[in-house]
């Protein structure tokens, strides 16, 4: 997903420190929305019902982060 964000130049809004870099409000929104968005169209149906509650960018990743490492853990 990283590798998607990174091509698509949108890998800033998942970081809090890179997205404050960002000086024009209208862009950082843009790139929030293209950001979700993937994130979203990329995810099974039941990562989606996890992830999709989340009202961020930034939130939306952490939830899926942490998805991820509870599901390598059990395994």
Same mark, same amino acid.
């Given at each position: 997903m990283?590798? =998607? &964000? ?14 404050? +870099? #960002?000086?024009?409000?209208? !862009? ?11 994130? =979203? &169209? ?14 961020? +960018? #930034?939130?939306?990743?952490? !939830? ?12």
């Amino acid at each position: 997903m990283k590798a =998607l &964000l990174v091509h698509q130049g949108t890998y800033e809004a998942i970081s809090r420190e890179s997205l404050a +870099t #960002i000086i024009s409000s209208a !862009k950082t929104k843009e790139i929030q929305l293209t950001t979700q968005c993937m994130i =979203l &169209l990329s995810l099974s149906d039941e990562v989606l019902r996890e992830v999709v509650v989340e009202d961020s +960018t #930034i939130e939306a990743w952490e !939830k899926l982060e942490s998805h991820c490492q509870k599901r390598s853990l059990t395994n």
